[in-house]
């Protein structure tokens, strides 16, 4: 009788974790966002959708960037890590290059999206 409560909620437990990156990443996604569309309203700068600071493109793809590091197992973390990096530069650069941010508006962007997805992974995983 113990020894099957125990295995049936060590089971839970285990499962529980193996859906907690998923479940991490769409928390991180979300509140970048949420993050990125207050900031806009409080600074007044841009629409929620378009332009101002901070740039919500850069953001969610370095909040991609991070999550990705996290989930991926260590064999391929540094090719994958290195890919998404890479991926959410070229996003800001594109926002730069179109003229829609500023560089110091897609920097920004991007610690944003990478700190909040930091410290969410590093409070629920």
Known sequence: M???????RS???L???????AQATLVALVLTIIVVIGTKAYTGRGTPL???LPSGHAAVAFA?????????SDAH?????SLTFIMAL????????SGVHS??????????GALITLVVFQVLV
Do not use: C, K, N
Request: hydrophobic share 45%; net charge positive.
């Open 50 to 52: 378009r332009g101002g």
């Open 11 to 13: 089971s839970r437990l």
């Open 90 to 97: 070229l996003v800001a650069q594109t926002r730069v290059e």
């Open 15 to 21: 499962d529980r974790l193996r859906e907690a990156p």
């Open 103 to 112: 560089a110091l508006e897609v920097t920004y962007g991007g610690l944003l």
């Open 64 to 72: 991609g960037w991070m999550a990705a590091t996290y989930v991926i």
């Open 77 to 81: 973390r540094f090719l994958i890590s």
């Open 2 to 8: 113990f020894s099957s409560q125990v295995a049936d």
